[in-house]
């Protein structure tokens, strides 16, 4: 990768807007449309949400880790939590599938209409890494 850098913030939902601001900030040289800016914006604060509601409970004792890397073709981000996991990956990914009553399940679906790619590696009782790629388009 061209460039790349790797934060680490305690599982606070106030932490959603530091991880969206720190995107933003490390991509901002390549000089993005708007679009594809929001685009990444968005789906970063749905994938820390996820590994800050559902992975941890909003235990603030916890650490997500955010990394984002690129090159001259594709956006490259990685969100990570040692979380309780996915029992079942496919489900999770259903639209309005959510474990958590309150929340309308929709963390996937925005991730997988905006992104190319989405990878979500999953052990029950160890954590959750989800990878997400996208082209870039200038």
Not at 14 to 26: G, H, K, W
Not at 38 to 67: Q, R
Not at 115 to 123: E, F, I, W
């Amino acid at each position: 990768m061209y460039n790349e850098m790797h934060v680490r913030f305690i599982s606070k939902l106030e932490n959603v807007t530091l991880a969206r601001s720190l995107s933003v900030a490390f991509l901002v040289d390549l000089n993005l449309n708007l679009n594809t800016m929001n685009e990444i914006k968005t789906i970063v604060s749905e994938a820390v949400t996820n590994a800050i509601v559902h992975g941890y409970s909003c235990d603030e004792e916890k650490w997500v880790e955010l990394k984002i890397a690129y090159d001259d073709e594709v956006v490259e981000i990685e969100v990570i939590d040692e979380g309780i996991g996915i029992e079942d990956i496919e489900k999770a990914k259903e639209p309005l599938y959510s474990t958590k009553p309150e929340h309308a399940g929709l963390g996937f679906s925005v991730m997988e209409s905006f992104m190319d790619k989405v990878k979500v590696k999953s052990t029950v009782g160890k954590g959750t890494t989800i990878i997400l790629e996208k082209q870039l388009e200038f």
